[in-house]
């Protein structure tokens, strides 16, 4: 964990939410980003390596980076939903860290998949500056599209060797929406090796 991260307790409506906060150490802070883990059944919390990458990118970049644990991971009240109340979890933390100001969502397999519905929930009311999705679990569930508008600011990564969650997978679920996918040569689903190729990647959509 970064050492200057910040706990925060969260209410969600299964009970509290575990969640940390990390803030750039100097400068304006351009927006939040919420960050969501990986399966809360196959050990998946927000100390996982890609997630806690992720924050470090959204930091590096400017942004204030929240991580959360789903109900029933860590501290977090509750139990698994298979999906729709950990978009409830991840719907409540953006309206209690970042009821206003600039937004970003990103995650991580299958928080990614989870992200991926918020974002679409969160419709043209709240749409994301940024957009993070990375090794989508789109063999396992049903991802929700990207919205068209979203296209430029959509960043999707995947593992050419993820086994995981294989990239024809994704490319199928990509390919009706003609939404690109930055694949990594070589990479698995937790992309031992290349968290630094991964989060060079994401500071370079941030920034571009």
Known sequence: MNPMSRTLNLQGQAGLI???????????????????????????????????????????????AVRFNFRGVGASAGRYDEGQGEAADMLEVIAQVAPEGPLALAGFSFGAFVTSH???????????????????????????????????????????QDDTVPLASVMDWA????????????????????LPLLKSLVVRHLRA
């Open 18 to 64: 575990e969640a940390l906060l990390d803030v750039p150490a100097e400068g304006a802070v351009q927006g939040t980003a919420v960050i969501a883990h990986p399966h809360p059944l196959f050990g998946g919390t927000m100390q996982n390596k890609v997630v806690q990458t992720l924050a470090r990118a959204f930091v590096q970049s400017g942004w204030q």
């Open 118 to 160: 918020v974002a679409q929930a969160l419709g043209e009311q709240r749409p994301p500056q940024q957009l993070v999705l990375v090794g989508t679990a789109a063999s396992r569930f049903e991802v929700a599209p990207v919205a068209p508008e979203l296209h430029e600011r959509c960043l999707v990564l995947h593992g050419e």
């Open 175 to 194: 390919r009706p929406q003609s939404l690109p996918i930055t694949v990594i040569p070589g990479g698995e689903h937790f992309f031992h090796g290349q």
